[in-house]
């Protein structure tokens, strides 16, 4: 997939004020400080698109792009260790459930692990919420150009190990890294054959 273009819509609180639901929608979401903006910004081939920060938590809103003009990429709120009050945590908790579990275009969400470190229980209790909620998720590994190549597959390695004491199938997984764009290709890929099983379903 070539990215033609690559434009900010809209940013929102309330899934219901998202853009119309007719385009296949792809939302990305990790713990704070995961690379999350700098792999949308790497996706879309647009270092300024998504905002990057070295505060954690600096995305608060459900935010959505429009990709060559037929799909949707949203950037959601990270999850984890974002200096908030916790009654605006479960305001961010309640926000992304709704709109996950109510988004009827969204057809996969990209979860994204750093790949520097051991499994984490906060992504493995995320992605089995997402599990039990039903909703298609595939991982992205990031960061994978900030240890050795050794290192980062064994921390891969020992992840899909941990997911597979509670799945039976494991879900997609790439490893990327801005620097290099390394996993941009199969990323993109992934969406445009997903893009065209959305289409194939809503010409029936």
Known sequence: MIIKSAEYLISNVDW????TPNLPEYAFIGRSNVGKSSLINMLANNEKLAKTSGTPGKTQLINHFLINGAWYLVDLPG????KVSQS??????????????????????????????TPQKLDIEFINQLGEWQIPFALVFTKADKSTQAETSRNIKAFLNKLR?????????FVTSTIKKMGRDAILSFIDENNMQFRAIAEK
């Open 16 to 19: 219901q004020k998202c853009p």
């Open 88 to 117: 605006q945590r479960r305001s961010w908790e309640q926000m992304i459930e709704n709109y996950l579990r109510k988004r009827e275009n969204l057809v996969n969400i990209f979860v994204l692990i750093d790949s520097r470190h």
């Open 165 to 173: 004491e509670s799945w039976e199938f494991l879900p997609a997984h």
């Open 79 to 82: 999850y984890g260790f974002a």
